[in-house]
């Protein structure tokens, strides 16, 4: 038996560090993917050390684990769910997204020592094709939100990386400035889901402002948001993921605006093969 899971990268649109606060998100998932293939074997098992240690942890059986990844590591773009997840569906098949997506939180818990919450687990699992995600973590619903032709979505590595394992985000903030961190956050993806680009951009502008007062940004990340917001065509960036680095979220007027940098449009969500030899 032969099982390959498929993932996708996410993008987040807005509503960052507000899913282990019941908060709202608006994310999508994109066509940069995470494909791991399990093979079983008669005994032991064949890979990397971090995957192993996440697919024995998950119960896996003897397997030969080989991943092909195109989602670059420590940029804010949750490869870390991709593989947790990825793992998840390889050992147990075809499941509901939600239960993959709380498997998946709890090997990153336990085994690779990420204190997240379930923000990029969902925007993989519960992606469409052509829609957002506007997830609801007061009660973990979600409703997909057709995203328009006019929102044009941009990535630009800020070349400042980290692991979140290594930061203490979660522990470290004034819990005044979280909270209106949240509330400000949850009202920006609520007037997100019908805004014009230009409407747009001003909500991702506000939302690294007060990802900055939260304490989450760094000074040469700001630096870079300040400029790129500054550009003819840009409507809008902000820091995207956990913080202290990793990619900037740039709304742009057009495909001629950053031209060196490729547009992201949603795509489906992750899933699972099963082959039989």
Request: hydrophobic letters at 45%; a negative charge.
């Amino acid at each position: 038996m032969k099982r390959r899971a498929s993932i996708p990268a996410r993008i987040n649109i807005v509503g960052e560090h507000t899913d282990y606060a019941g908060g709202l998100a608006l994310p999508f998932a994109v066509d940069v993917r995470m494909v791991l293939e399990a093979t079983a074997l008669d005994e032991g098992f064949e890979g990397g050390e971090t995957v192993l240690a996440l697919w024995k942890a998950a119960g896996g059986w003897p397997a030969r684990l080989t991943i092909e990844s195109d989602i670059p590591i420590g940029v804010g773009m949750s490869s870390s769910a991709a593989l947790c997840l990825a793992v998840v569906l390889c050992v147990n098949g075809p499941m509901k997204p939600f239960d993959a997506c709380l498997e998946a939180q709890r090997l990153e818990h336990e085994v690779l020592k990420t204190p997240c919450g379930l923000l990029d687990q969902m925007a993989m699992m519960f992606a469409k094709e052509g829609y957002a995600s506007l997830i609801d973590f007061s009660n973990n619903t979600v409703e997909s939100v057709a995203v328009p032709s006019e929102w044009m979505f941009k990535l630009v590595d800020s070349r400042i990386h980290r692991t979140l394992s290594d930061t203490s985000y979660r522990n470290s903030r004034d819990d005044s400035i979280v909270s209106a961190h949240v509330a400000s956050e949850n009202q920006r993806v609520k007037l997100a889901t019908g805004a014009t680009a230009e409407e747009l951009g001003e909500l991702l502008n506000l939302s690294h402002a007060s990802l900055k007062r939260m304490g989450v940004s760094l000074p040469k990340m700001d630096a870079q948001v300040t400029a790129l917001q500054q550009i003819d065509g840009v409507h809008g960036a902000r820091m995207m993921g956990g913080g202290f680095g990793g990619m900037i979220l740039v709304l742009v007027a057009s495909d001629d605006v950053l031209p060196n940098q490729r547009l992201y449009r949603p795509s489906q969500g992750g899933f699972v093969e099963e082959f039989f030899e």
